[in-house]
């Protein structure tokens, strides 16, 4: 980035650093300063200057709003709306979680055009299970909302304008059935599935992966990805059918660059069966979008952020020829990383959620879920979940870190690693693909092999105190700080959710209900490749307007499509 | 003396179909096992009569259940009577995200120890080996 004459003084200047850095610290101090790294394993020298950066051409930057949009997806970042604060929750009934979620609007969550309704199912609503079953037990109202029926939906959502209405369920295997339900319950308002703005997580695979929990084999888990996203840029085109979720693979201890590739070789592979299945890319592409981790190692989460977006403008361009600037742009939602929590002394939550917004923002994301510092200890209590919104607040209205786009760009060790970031993610994708892409790699083991050593790593740095963590490892207090923590009456809840989930039930036409509920494994099976998709979401639509709860319609795919974990 | 009895310490770990979380677990397992400790690791279990089957069938002498989402009590308990309906005598610890009030709450069920986050694996371990060698 600097002409060749620039370069040569300043290589005498590295010249004169490096003696009177051999001269103070290995002559005079005789002290060997430590090598250090990123966490995703790069090197790191204790100075970056021109020369690190030399053989970067511009245009691989570039400005905010033009491709590779490693600045910014647009030619203004938060000068002309600030970021999305989008808080995940939910806990007990639709009732209990929809009054969070109002506190949460009034003391200043939002969207960019209206509110945010990002809820949680609870245990036994996540794995598709009603809360009057026997597996139930137990399960409800903890860990999310209970929510299984449109009715659920109908408290969460009513009187809100649909249209404007962020709405999303952060569901995996049930994702299906609950934006069946979604669309049922907006029709009898009058919306057309057209006019819905919000979300579905479609992350099976990756939360099967990351969480070992139950699906379909991971074969199975990509056909229903397949589907989804086929009915939704085909009905909804306002609904973003995928959210890329490097979220929970950092949660299991992934590297920046382990997270980048995952969600780019799983990307490359829905975007591959979705032509397969007859989509435009140009239709489907723009509406992905990711929920990225956000550890601890500032800068490299920062150039993560700023290389993904690099990486993801450029397999679009030249893998799938899209020149669509929605298509190229990625847009990004944060979530701030719940593993990097202590339960002692859980104010230092505050610190550390503080400066991953903040690299968040420095970054230029578009969205950020900001955990709460009483997560290691219980679900968020309303405080804590007001003073993450809080984190947000302070650093858009105080520290000026949103006045300037991309505040970092052009710094020698921000672009450096930024580069390296990316050619390091490069690698693993490129083995990924090597290795059959991402759902062979699901099915080998491979990718949970990686994330296992992470993990196993991890502690070990941890145990020996190479790795430090305040509270833990180090500076520990004896004296514990009591924060208050969050309960819910688990067995009051489950006997009026299971009440409610029989009331409905009774209130159907028990005929509609088996129909419906046959078409649904009709149609289940009849879909044998993804080629095939668009016929599944109709009929579980059409099971949705005949009242089929959310566990009746899960428990068609399990006899369909099986059952599988990980390990 | 003392390696002959740790070379018989055999456990049962384990943690609910729902529960998302199992990276504790597992580094408890991997720990217990880099300790001389025997685990039957059963990933998942449905309810808890599966859990004290598998406990008899494998002859165990201690179950340790790992919960990070709130489940802990309802576990505990029903492990518990489960255990008492068999006529089963077998320590059960529980792990995981237990928030501080409920401790005292699962001793008094019959929990013979609880971790929470702020445990260390070796805290675990070392427990297991006191309280089996007492056995």
Redesign the interface.
Known sequence: MTDEKNLDIVRQMEDEWQKNYTEKYEKKLRVKIPESHTESGISLKPVYTPLDISDIDYSDIEMPGSYPYTRGLYPLTYQYQPWMTQQIHGYARAEETRERGEKLAREGMKGYKGAVLFVVPDLASAYGYDPDTQEARGMVGIGGTSVNSEEDIRIICDGYDLKKTRVGFSTKTTCLPILAMYVAYAERLGYEPKDLNGQSQNRRKISWLGQNTRDHPPQEQLKLQVELIKYCVEHMPRWNHTNLCGYVVGENCASPAQEMAFMLSEAIELIECGIKAGLNPDDMIPRFSAQMHMGMDFFEEICKLRAFRKMWAKTIKERFGCDKAASQQFRIHVHTGGINLTAQQPLNNITRATLQVLASVLGSTQSIHTSSYDEALSLPSEDAAITSLRVNQIILNESGAAKVCDPLGGSYYVEWLTDKLEKEAWKITGEIEKRGGFTQCMETGWLWNMLDQRIRTWRQEVDSGQRIIVGVNKYRQEEALEVPEFTVDQGVVEKMAAQRIREWKQSRNQDEVKNALKRVEAAARGYMSVDQAGHLMPVLIDAARARCTLGEMVEVFFQVYGQAYPC | METAKKEKVRVLLTR????????GL??IV??CRESGIEVIYY??F??LNEVVKVAEEEDVGLIGISSS???H???SE?LISTLKEKGMVMPVIVGG?I????ASTLKGLGIAGVF???S???EVVSFIFTLLDRH
Do not use: M, Q
């Not at chain 2, 609910?16 to 990276?23: A, K, P, S």
């Not at chain 2, 928030?99 to 409920?102: E, G, Q």
């Open positions: 609910h179909v729902f529960e998302g979380h199992d990276i597992r580094t991997n720990r990933p998942r449905k309810d989402t709130g489940a009590l309802y576990l029903v995200i928030p501080d009030k409920d929470g986050p702020g260390t694996p070796d």
